[in-house]
């Protein structure tokens, strides 16, 4: 076992960071398929439970496969402390929810993953929790919708789809100038490409299905911040909610953050090319890369992100028709809205992840009929570059 703080490098502590080795002494992690846990004796039972001995009770609570995910991910992440999720969504509804109450106020980004605007939207006003919604690449907007009750300020960067950036830096200036808490939702860069918590964010979640995983076999969340904020909001939330994520899960996941560094730094160098590619062919009317220096907020990319993305959003010429037929003539690239994966996969957001805002919330977000979002997976780089062009001639 080894709680040892260390100062390992981010590709040593997705391999090693967190591992509780049983006796057996296994290489692998070992994967806790257990609810419960026995106790030597009842006093032991009345100890663990008043906290006064360390070790597992149930495992909605903890579990020795899923606590390994939780370090690993806060070694990762430079967090102290986390929870780990069924799903992302798990995850955001669970930060958001455990730190307002009724009469609190929100103030989030517009361009959020479509559920995450759902709960916003939609779920927290239900319970007397108001949301303001603002084009987050301008701070000037989220000084205007500041009220006296607001506690808590959510964002996504990059966007879905069209990889908006915001300035996390200057967000996190203003929550800590009103004391309310920043939530960054940062799936799209993954954990290696931007550091919320080192910008000044205060707690980050993830959908661990996407980069984490990788390989597209389960759902899965994090939730990561200070200890002080998860004892004080999350914990009992957590405990008595009951997001929990599996240990089977959990192990999946562990296995998929060994190889992360790796994925994401293939997937990034195909997606830079392909973007590239993309950006000089005269069907295609824009391309949006956070990795490209055209790209409408490169400064903030270069301040706030190491990388580029593993994602491409494209604006195809000629509307939905275009589009669907770009789509339908790949080969190798598959249609499908999951994200991050080792296959390469395209979606069209208008009729798919998108299709339950209005025509008018689509345009706020840039998000046209020929708009597409298209997630570069393991594939070899030419591979993918042939697929594209021979789709786009086959479209004509
Ligand atoms: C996928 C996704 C989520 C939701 O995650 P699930 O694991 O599908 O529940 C939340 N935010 C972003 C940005 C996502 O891409």
Redesign the pocket.
């Known amino acids: 076992m080894s709680t040892k703080k260390r100062n390992w490098k981010p590709q040593t502590a997705l391999v090693h960071g967190g591992t509780l080795r049983s006796g057996f002494g296994e290489t692998s992690e070992a994967i806790y398929l257990t609810q419960g846990y026995v106790y030597e004796t009842a006093q032991a039972a009345e100890a663990r439970f008043k906290g006064e001995e360390p070790g597992f009770i149930y495992s909605r609570y903890a579990n020795p496969t899923v606590d390994m995910f939780e370090k690993r991910m806060c070694a990762l992440e430079g967090a102290e402390d986390a929870r780990a999720t069924a799903?992302?969504?798990a995850a955001?509804t669970a930060a958001l929810l455990c730190s307002v109450k009724a009469g609190d106020h929100i103030v989030a980004a517009r361009a959020l993953?479509g559920?995450?605007r759902w709960v916003v939207e939609t779920l927290a006003p239900r319970y007397g929790i108001e949301a303001t919604l603002v084009d987050g690449t301008d701070i000037a907007n989220w000084e205007k919708a500041v009220r006296p009750n607001t506690k808590l300020f959510f964002l996504?960067s990059p966007t879905?789809p069209t990889l908006e950036v915001v300035d996390i830096t200057a967000v996190a200036a203003l929550a800590n100038s009103i004391g309310a808490r920043l939530v960054v939702?940062n799936?799209?860069a993954t954990p290696l490409q931007q550091k919320p918590l080192q910008l000044g964010a205060h707690i980050v979640v993830y959908?661990a299905?996407?980069h984490i995983d990788g390989q597209g076999r389960c759902?899965g969340?994090v939730i990561l911040s200070d200890k002080e904020w998860i004892d004080k909001n999350l914990h009992d939330y957590f405990r008595h909610t009951g997001p929990s994520l599996s240990p089977f899960n959990a192990w999946t996941l562990l296995k998929g953050l060994e190889t992360l560094p790796l994925r994401v730094r293939q997937q990034t160098e195909s997606a830079g090319k392909i973007a590239d590619f993309l950006a000089e062919q005269p069907r295609i009317a824009r391309v949006i890369y956070p990795g490209r220096t055209d790209h409408p907020q490169a400064d903030i990319v270069r301040k706030q992100m190491s990388g580029g993305s593993t994602l491409i959003c494209l604006d195809v010429k000629g509307g939905k028709q275009a589009a669907f037929a770009l789509q339908n003539a790949l080969d190798i690239v598959l249609i499908s809205n999951n994200?991050g994966d080792a296959k390469s996969l395209i979606t069209h957001p208008a009729t798919t992840t998108h299709k339950n805002l209005t025509d008018e919330a689509r345009a706020e977000l840039g998000i046209g009929p020929g708009t597409l979002r298209l997630s570069v997976g393991l594939e070899d780089t030419d591979d993918l570059l042939e697929d594209i062009a021979q789709a786009l001639q086959a479209a004509k």
């Open positions: 799903s992302g969504m955001v993953f559920s995450c996504e879905n939702d799936v799209f959908s299905t996407k759902l969340g994200l």
